[in-house]
């Protein structure tokens, strides 16, 4: 599906907004971020874990939404009552669902016989998210919804000050070699990032990359900070 250019900017802005609204009828919100409350409870969606691989007819998917039915399914492989290692990616692929139903559900309700990579029956969702389309536009704008819904950057910088006493970015690098040396994994996350993580009930990956966008986590060699003491 084609959709609109959106900055970064202004798919921040669209989170901030919803939290606002939700903020204002259930309470300020805290980490984590209560995003299947939202999902259900605010936005009235219904929530589902279902096989999507049989629903679909795809191996890759890991979400789907159903815009007229107002219905969200996310795989059984991500259901954290049955895979409680899975909760990050849980949390994020709701967060990711939400983000179609904010930036996109437009698309759907200006055209009710919008065309998705299905044909236009009832019984098939209007946007399912694959591994294998991550790189497309709607499904990056998704990505970046639930990334800024989940790590809101007021509350990092908060989580980050209450735990280090200040706003200072962490010199990651030499962190990062080591981690890379040892498990061959550029992307392995540092500690810091697993801890942020464990807070906001993220996966480690998601937080690293939202601290790399504030500079709180700088993976260049600098200067010595109150880290290195």
Not at 104 to 125: A, V
Not at 127 to 152: G, H, N, T
Request: aromatic letters at 8%; proline letters at 4%; a negative charge.
């Amino acid at each position: 599906m084609k959709v609109d250019y959106l900055k970064k900017e202004q798919i921040e802005t669209a989170t901030l907004e919803l939290i606002q609204a939700y903020g204002k009828k259930y309470g300020e919100v805290s980490i984590p971020v209560p995003v299947e409350e939202m999902l259900e409870c605010h936005l009235g969606l219904g929530l589902e874990y279902g096989d999507l691989k049989e629903a679909t007819g795809f191996g890759d998917v890991l979400g789907a939404t159903w815009i007229k039915d107002r219905r969200v399914v996310i795989d059984t492989s991500l259901d954290p009552t049955e895979y409680p290692d899975q909760e990050g990616r849980c949390r994020f692929t709701l967060a990711h669902e939400v983000g179609h139903w904010q930036l996109h559900r437009i698309y759907f309700e200006i055209d009710p016989l919008q065309r998705t990579i299905f044909d236009t029956k009832d019984s098939r969702p209007s946007i399912v998210c694959r591994r294998s389309s991550s790189k497309e536009p709607i499904e990056w704008q998704a990505d970046v919804f639930a990334s800024y819904l989940l790590m809101p950057t007021h509350l990092i910088e908060a989580a980050w000050r209450e735990e280090h006493g200040s706003s200072v970015a962490y010199q990651a690098a030499a962190e990062i070699t080591a981690l890379a040396q040892r498990f061959g994994d550029e992307r392995t996350t540092t500690g810091i990032a697993r801890r942020m993580a464990a807070r906001f009930k993220t996966s480690g990956q998601a937080m690293q990359i939202r601290l790399k966008d504030l500079q709180l986590i700088n993976a260049s060699a600098s200067a010595p900070t109150i880290f290195d003491a």
